[in-house]
């Protein structure tokens, strides 16, 4: 997911990312870091560490947030939302990240990664529908194995 970011910054200067998790210490050590590791830090412009924050020379921005209280968000608008480990969150809060989703002139992407979430989770209905509802038509579900990815992971994994 950190991949496809990292290729539209490049491609689309001005784009506003927001990478978010439902509770920050857990953003932090996991998401945040692993973005510390990838990202091209000559690229940063201005890193503002108390607002969580980076500016990037062609203009685009990053936000860290976490997702308890969507009201942090204001009226902000991004082309691309990253959630790590969204079955942590309610329903609603996908709702309203979806309609985050408008920065003008830049694609849009609401991405969600981590462990899927247990059968009858508003996640599992929204990806693989239920008798009564079908999938949302504007997801669509990769799964990586383990042993797909298996030359990425440390030798301890």
Sequence with gaps: MLAVILECLHAYPGLRVLIARKDFNDLRLSTMESWRDVRPRELIKHEDKQEHREEWWNGSQIFFRELKDMEGLGGQEFGI??????????????IRLKGRLSQSGMPHMLLMEGNPPNEGHWLHSLVCGTDRQRPDPDITFMTVTTDENWNNLPEAY
Excluded: Q
């Design 81 to 94: 939302i990253l959630v790590s480990e969204p079955y942590e969150l309610d329903n609603e809060i996908y």
